[in-house]
């Protein structure tokens, strides 16, 4: 699918990136620094990364991500590949993301691309469901995990 390419090429940006991270002197991407610039205009928020995901730009939407959620794009990637979207609604929850954007970020981002209206209201349902504090907990969890260098728990 579409969503599948665009994922694929992200993926492989951010191997890129990896690499280059390696060197701490490196440049930061385009996409890098379009989202700092962003944040510091004060702009950088949900609508702008439901946008960004819409026009099909996967790498700025993936900094983005990254860094409205406070996770490194590697954890970032993998709660977006959940398909149970389960990750992402409690990344969401956690980083204050209103519930349409999250929806429509379920919507863009799911594996079959194609939701129809009863999952869309299950996974809205189980957004609304998942407490706060319990959603920061996890995502402190999954930070402290990230900086060890392991993966979110599947």
């Not at 701490?24 to 510091?40: H, M, Q, T, V």
């Not at 960004?52 to 990637?77: C, W």
């Not at 977006?80 to 999250?102: M, N, P, R, W």
């Not at 009863?118 to 920061?136: G, H, L, R, S, V």
Request: proline share 3%; net charge negative.
């Amino acid at each position: 699918s579409l969503v599948d390419g665009l994922l694929e090429e992200a993926q492989a940006s951010i191997v890129n990136k990896m690499a280059y991270e390696a060197d701490a002197d490196a440049e930061p991407s385009p996409a890098e620094k379009f989202i700092r610039r962003k944040a510091l205009l004060k702009q950088l928020n949900a609508p702008l990364v439901v946008e960004l995901l819409r026009d099909g730009r996967m790498a700025e939407f993936l900094e983005g991500f990254s860094r409205l959620t406070g996770l490194d794009t590697k954890t970032a990637q993998q709660v977006l590949s959940d398909t149970t979207q389960q990750a992402l609604a409690i990344a969401c929850k956690a980083s204050g993301v209103e519930k349409d954007h999250f929806s429509a970020l379920a919507r863009l981002t799911s594996s079959e691309g194609t939701l129809d209206a009863a999952d869309i209201f299950e996974i809205i349902d189980m957004y609304e469901k998942i407490p706060i504090d319990a959603a920061q907990r996890t995502m402190r969890f999954w930070r402290v995990r990230q900086t060890a260098g392991e993966g979110i728990p599947a």
